[in-house]
Protein backbone atom coordinates (compact mmCIF):
# COMPACT_ATOMS: atom_id res chain seq x y z
CA UNK A 1 0.00 0.00 0.00
CA UNK A 2 1.40 3.49 -0.93
CA UNK A 3 2.45 5.86 1.84
CA UNK A 4 -0.44 8.60 2.48
CA UNK A 5 0.90 11.61 1.15
CA UNK A 6 1.88 14.24 4.26
CA UNK A 7 -0.43 17.05 2.27
CA UNK A 8 -3.89 15.11 2.47
CA UNK A 9 -6.00 16.38 5.29
CA UNK A 10 -8.36 13.75 4.21
CA UNK A 11 -5.97 10.46 5.17
CA UNK A 12 -7.26 8.09 7.47
CA UNK A 13 -3.99 9.10 9.90
CA UNK A 14 -4.65 12.25 9.81
CA UNK A 15 -8.23 12.07 10.49
CA UNK A 16 -7.68 9.60 13.37
CA UNK A 17 -5.27 12.41 14.80
CA UNK A 18 -7.24 14.98 14.48
CA UNK A 19 -10.34 13.21 16.24
CA UNK A 20 -7.76 12.21 18.27
CA UNK A 21 -7.03 15.74 19.33
CA UNK A 22 -10.38 17.12 19.67
CA UNK A 23 -11.23 14.01 22.19
CA UNK A 24 -8.31 14.85 24.36
CA UNK A 25 -8.65 18.76 24.37
CA UNK A 26 -12.26 18.01 25.31
CA UNK A 27 -11.34 15.27 27.88
CA UNK A 28 -8.09 17.03 29.70
CA UNK A 29 -6.95 20.50 27.49
CA UNK A 30 -4.70 21.27 25.76
CA UNK A 31 -1.77 21.32 28.46
CA UNK A 32 -2.58 17.81 29.16
CA UNK A 33 -2.20 16.57 25.36
CA UNK A 34 1.56 14.75 24.26
CA UNK A 35 1.91 13.48 21.57
CA UNK A 36 2.32 9.84 23.11
CA UNK A 37 -1.44 10.58 24.13
CA UNK A 38 -2.54 11.63 20.28
CA UNK A 39 -0.25 8.57 19.40
CA UNK A 40 -2.07 6.07 21.82
CA UNK A 41 -5.30 7.44 21.18
CA UNK A 42 -5.40 7.44 17.61
CA UNK A 43 -3.57 3.72 17.25
CA UNK A 44 -0.59 5.14 15.14
CA UNK A 45 2.73 5.40 16.14
CA UNK A 46 5.17 8.42 16.99
CA UNK A 47 6.88 8.23 13.80
CA UNK A 48 3.36 8.62 11.67
CA UNK A 49 2.24 11.35 14.10
CA UNK A 50 5.74 12.96 13.11
CA UNK A 51 4.78 12.25 9.22
CA UNK A 52 2.16 14.49 9.40
CA UNK A 53 2.72 17.36 11.58
CA UNK A 54 6.07 18.83 13.15
CA UNK A 55 4.96 19.55 16.39
CA UNK A 56 1.69 19.25 18.81
CA UNK A 57 1.08 23.03 17.66
CA UNK A 58 1.16 22.71 14.24
CA UNK A 59 -1.50 19.51 14.74
CA UNK A 60 -3.60 21.91 16.79
CA UNK A 61 -3.15 24.66 13.95
CA UNK A 62 -3.77 22.26 11.49
CA UNK A 63 -7.09 20.62 13.16
CA UNK A 64 -8.24 24.04 13.78
CA UNK A 65 -8.30 25.58 10.33
CA UNK A 66 -9.75 22.06 8.58
CA UNK A 67 -12.32 22.37 11.30
CA UNK A 68 -13.18 25.88 10.17
CA UNK A 69 -13.31 25.18 6.61
CA UNK A 70 -15.26 22.17 7.05
CA UNK A 71 -17.58 24.66 8.63
CA UNK A 72 -17.39 27.18 5.63
CA UNK A 73 -18.21 24.35 3.81
CA UNK A 74 -21.07 23.41 5.51
CA UNK A 75 -22.22 26.73 5.44
CA UNK A 76 -22.04 27.09 1.70
CA UNK A 77 -23.87 23.72 1.08
CA UNK A 78 -26.74 24.82 3.20
CA UNK A 79 -26.80 27.89 1.43
CA UNK A 80 -25.80 30.59 3.87
CA UNK A 81 -23.23 32.86 3.15
CA UNK A 82 -20.30 33.71 5.26
CA UNK A 83 -18.17 36.98 5.25
CA UNK A 84 -15.27 36.85 3.12
CA UNK A 85 -11.59 36.39 4.87
CA UNK A 86 -8.31 37.03 3.78
CA UNK A 87 -7.02 34.22 4.82
CA UNK A 88 -7.38 31.31 7.43
CA UNK A 89 -3.45 30.53 8.19
Known amino acids: MPRPR ?3 PQSAATSRIE ?11 YSEITVRRISQAAGINRNSFYYHYESME ?4 KAFLNNAASAHQTV ?3 GGAMA ?5 T
Open 19 to 29: AAFWRLLEEVG
Open 84 to 88: PHTSL
Open 58 to 61: DLAR
Open 76 to 78: HRA
Open 6 to 8: KDD
